[in-house]
């Protein structure tokens, strides 16, 4: 097998003598989608965040394409350009339009000329059906269309990995929807993501590996259709019996 894109090796992370994420390893191939389920608190932001270098990890390492993003030498800057991240607060600028919130970071820390970096904010909100929007104003859209900006602002720099938390998890549920499509269509063209989300069907849906948390510990990992329908370890099982029932309520 050709080396993983992300390779995550016995990740440790602590807050206050609190372990969080305790020993976790995860590759991810390139193309591949992982969806990261557990229960809140579990440490799915957590591991995100790690791998975006908004956190430091504790112990074990994290490699992107083969470079140490755990190194203390390694710029953060210089990393986080190759990895785009999309939280469940969509946190546009609300004093930009939708283009220049697009184009902010291609202009200004990718340094790509001006006219390339709105074409392709253009072809974007074209291919995901905001061609109209580019113009308006963050509060002037519906939570869905803001989402949809924010991952198309984080697909705006090319990156080689997405991270996504909970994206949809502040929408109304008619809004979710529009989100999961654009995701799809990411899967669909090749790009490569990790997602933590409470949707378990859209993760049976999209994802090719299951990553169940718990307690900090990725107690199981495997196909969607396995961890799904005959998981190894009761405690997966109790979570989407638990995650089942409450549906039903
Ligand atoms: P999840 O995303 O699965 O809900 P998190 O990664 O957000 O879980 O949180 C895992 C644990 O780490 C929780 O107990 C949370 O309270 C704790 N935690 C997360 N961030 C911090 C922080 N910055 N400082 C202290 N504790 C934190
Ligand atoms: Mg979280």
Redesign the pocket.
């Known amino acids: 097998m050709s080396t993983p894109l992300l390779r995550i090796e016995g990740v440790w992370k602590t ?2 003598a ?1 372990p ?1 994420l305790r020993g976790v390893d995860l590759d991810v191939a390139q193309h591949e989608v992982v969806c990261l389920i ?10 995100l ?1 790690c791998v975006n270098v908004l956190e430091t990890v504790d112990d074990g390492a994290i490699y992107l394409e083969d470079d140490d993003i755990t190194d203390p030498g390694a710029d953060p800057d210089q990393l986080r350009k190759r990895i785009g991240m999309v939280f469940q607060s969509y946190n546009l600028f609300p004093h930009l339009s939708v283009l220049d919130n697009i184009t902010l970071a291609p202009l200004k820390v990718h340094r790509r000329p001006r006219a390339e970096a709105t074409e392709q904010a253009h072809e974007l909100l074209k291919r995901f059906g905001l061609a109209d929007k580019a113009g308006e104003y963050p509060d002037r859209l519906s939570g869905g269309q803001q989402q949809r900006v924010a991952i198309i602002r984080a697909m705006a720099t090319r990156p080689s990995l997405l991270l996504l ?2 994206v949809t998890s502040a929408l109304d549920p008619e809004l979710v929807t529009e989100v999961m499509g654009i995701i799809r269509e990411l899967k669909e063209s090749g790009m490569t993501m990790i997602l ?1 989300t409470h949707e378990m069907g859209f993760a049976r849906d999209i994802a090719d590996t299951v990553c169940f ?1 718990h307690d ?1 510990v990725l107690l199981e990992h495997g196909p969607a259709a396995q961890i799904f329908e005959d998981p190894k370890e009761p405690r997966t099982r109790e979570f989407l019996h638990r995650v089942l029932e409450s549906r039903r309520l």
């Open positions: 807050y206050h609190h969080v557990g229960a809140s608190g579990s440490g799915k932001s957590t591991l965040r938390d909970e933590a948390l900090g």
